[in-house]
């Protein structure tokens, strides 16, 4: 994945073992590379569309959204205007807890809104309360590779429509590189701890996360190095096939020695958050940092002249699979009296034209075949991925998430400060999957 022929071979692997998860299975169709066109979309108006405006019947479906109308008030009123027999209640949430909790509180009382957002936080109670309706059988879906699609399915049905994700990389300062004689980006795990000996060399803070996302290189390094190689290690040790120790040990050992042993990452990072961080970034205190789309505004705030690029870590073969997820998707509730009116409202936003200006708004890449679109960031690098699934997030596949996430994070700060060693902390997560799992 660092090289073209194994980011191939990797991407293809990924989307065939990650199709048979447990949480992440199911098939939303096979891709094609064939390029639907903006005339063509507005054409081919979905059958269920057809419908309501046939039928000329006046309905208004409710929509629980953790989106501003700031965000989808132009969607909303395009569509509107095309299906004046229908109309969008937009219900706001802030995201993530407010709107998890809300939603929960909808769905025991049996008052769910005809439509909602998906996501990884609510997801399992979607699935497995029945929430939700299969709409795997859009076209849409099969223009998305089936294990990304799968993100918000089981079993070959899909259950929300997502036409992005987020995709995050390590931020670079290219005039600092240049400072310490770094002539390209870091292709291997080895040229990143390289790059890092430089940096340090010349008095600059090589690299620095905050104190909540101390785990990120350690992560990234597993997904390189493992889930590269075997796309569902997380999904073994989720049916108890595998351990943590067996799948996490060998890249956390190497990552310690590397980069804590060395003395190349700092203790300070415990210390600080997200904001000072960004902060000193930009300043060129510290030569990289970990981010994501949502960065480029800050960063670019912050400093406008700033000379920086980004670029995914790989492991010591050359295997990269970033760190990413599927954005939140639009679902159908199965208690709805306008089901196709929703299912309306999603071919909408599933027309290319309008999945081009949902990626101006959110920043993300377009996870979608066949759409030509520019992202206007360092991320345009990262377009290929999104399409092809070369992205990934433990946490999205881990079961009893919130529990291991907090374990992991937690080990790896004891291990910056040297409360605990590098080789217990897969120890740890299999102790914390037992108690979890009782």
């Known amino acids: 994945k660092g090289r073209v022929p194994e980011m191939k071979k990797g991407a293809a692997l990924l989307a065939g073992v990650l199709a048979a998860a447990a949480v992440l299975s199911g098939c939303g169709g096979q891709g094609n590379n064939g390029s639907t066109t903006s005339a063509d979309s507005a054409a081919a108006e979905s059958t269920t569309e057809g419908k309501t405006k046939a039928s000329g019947e006046k309905v208004t479906i409710s929509l629980l959204s953790w989106n501003t109308d700031e965000i989808l008030g132009e969607f909303i009123a395009g569509f509107e205007q095309e299906n004046p027999n229908i109309k969008i209640d937009l219900q706001y949430v802030p995201p993530v807890q407010q709107y998890v909790d809300k939603f929960s509180v909808l769905a025991a009382s049996g008052q769910m809104t ?27 879906f099969s223009r998305i590779d089936p294990a990304t699609s799968a993100t918000y399915g089981k079993d070959g049905k899909i259950y929300g429509y997502s036409p992005d994700a987020w995709i995050g990389g390590i931020f670079y300062n290219k005039d ?3 400072q310490a004689g770094i002539e390209k980006e870091p292709e291997t795990w080895q040229d990143f701890v390289d790059c890092a000996a430089k940096l340090k060399a010349i008095g600059v803070e090589p690299y620095l996360d905050d104190a909540d996302n101390v785990h990120n290189l350690a992560q990234d390094l597993y997904q390189c190095s493992v889930i590269s190689q075997e796309p569902d290690a997380d999904v073994q040790i989720n049916e108890g096939k595998a351990t943590f120790q067996e799948k996490y040990t060998e890249p956390l050992k190497l990552w310690y020695d590397d980069m804590i042993a060395s003395g190349l990452y700092s203790q300070m990072a415990l210390g600080l958050n997200s904001d000072q961080v960004i902060d000193m970034f930009a300043n060129g205190e510290v030569a990289m940092m970990h981010g994501g789309p949502w960065n480029i505004a800050t960063i670019e705030q912050k400093n406008p002249e700033m000379n920086y690029d980004i670029f995914g870590l790989s492991d010591n073969s050359g295997n990269r699979v970033l760190p990413g997820a599927v954005n939140v998707g639009l679902s159908v509730s199965t208690t709805s009296e306008h089901k196709d009116a929703c299912r309306a409202f999603i071919e909408y936003m599933a027309r290319d034209e309008n999945i081009v200006k949902w990626q101006k708004v ?23 991925d999104a399409v092809s699934g070369s992205f990934y997030l433990p946490q999205i596949v881990w079961n009893n998430s919130s529990g291991i996430y907090k374990e992991f994070l937690s080990g790896i700060q004891d291990t910056i400060t040297g409360a605990d060693t590098i080789e217990n902390i897969p120890v740890r997560l299999d102790e914390k999957q037992a108690e979890l799992s009782q």
């Open 114 to 140: 005809d439509m909602f957002y998906i996501a990884a936080e609510n997801k399992q109670e979607v699935i497995s309360k029945g929430v939700a309706e299969d709409i795997s059988d859009m076209e849409i």
């Open 176 to 178: 600092l590189f240049e």
């Open 362 to 384: 959110t920043n993300n890449a377009i996870i979608v075949e066949g759409i030509d679109y520019t992202m206007g960031t360092v991320f345009e690098k990262f377009k290929g």
